[in-house]
């Protein structure tokens, strides 16, 4: 069974830093791109940013460009996502997402993340 | 790549067929995907034009079209169908997804 557990939400103050992490298994981590999606209270979905099976290639979402750092450790089968300067804007779930390609066949429960002072 | 969702929420009772649309401002051939999600859930893969054949999804659960204009139809809602539906363009980098569709029962 696929599972993909989040971690490092919580609470932070505008301008500062907060790092998310993503435990997966179930599945040949190595073998898939991997994404984070993140989801505003009561809003839609967003795409933030994705990286490819080897971490050769990643993409950001215009909103967090520049600010977030996605990452992957396929040692450890593990997902990150380095959150910079971050803005009450950025308040959200953010879902750790195994990618097929740019299909995002399975998700994680999400994490919420709260900025604010 | 923006995507237009109709409608935004559909009232529909357990027994019926209901269709949502999803349009692009530009051509993204079969490149379209939908997700359900639940009150407090992730969101779940239910179909992709590129790929129609999902395993663990109800055959009740169909798409259709290419270029701009797609649809999901849900024969015979059951109901733990009632959610929100969102398409995803996955043609290229930003994927975007669509605003939404929330199918209530009547």
Known sequence: ?117 | IQLTQSPSFLSASVGDTVTISCRASQGISYYLAWYQQKPGKAPKLVFDAASPLQRGVPSRFSGRGSGTEFTLTITSLQPEDFASYYCQQHSIYPVTFGPGTTVEIK
């Not at chain 1, 298994?25 to 073998?31: H, L, M, V």
């Not at chain 1, 979402?61 to 977030?68: E, L, P």
């Not at chain 1, 089968?77 to 195994?98: G, H, I, K, W």
């Not at chain 1, 994680?108 to 993340?113: D, W």
């Open chain 1, 1 to 117: 069974e696929v599972q993909l557990v989040e971690s490092g939400g919580g609470l932070v103050q505008p301008g500062r830093s907060l790092r998310l992490s993503c435990e997966a298994s179930g599945f040949i981590f190595g073998d898939n791109d991997m994404h984070w999606v993140r989801q505003r209270p009561g809003e839609g979905l967003e795409w933030v940013s994705g990286v490819s099976w080897d971490g050769s290639k990643t993409g950001y979402g215009d909103s967090v460009k520049g600010r977030f750092t996605i990452s992957r450790d396929n040692a450890k089968n593990a997902l990150f996502l380095q959150m910079d300067s971050l803005r009450p804007e950025d308040t959200a779930f953010y879902f750790c997402v195994r990618g097929q390609s740019k299909v995002f066949v399975s998700w994680g429960q999400g994490i919420l993340v709260t900025v604010s002072s």
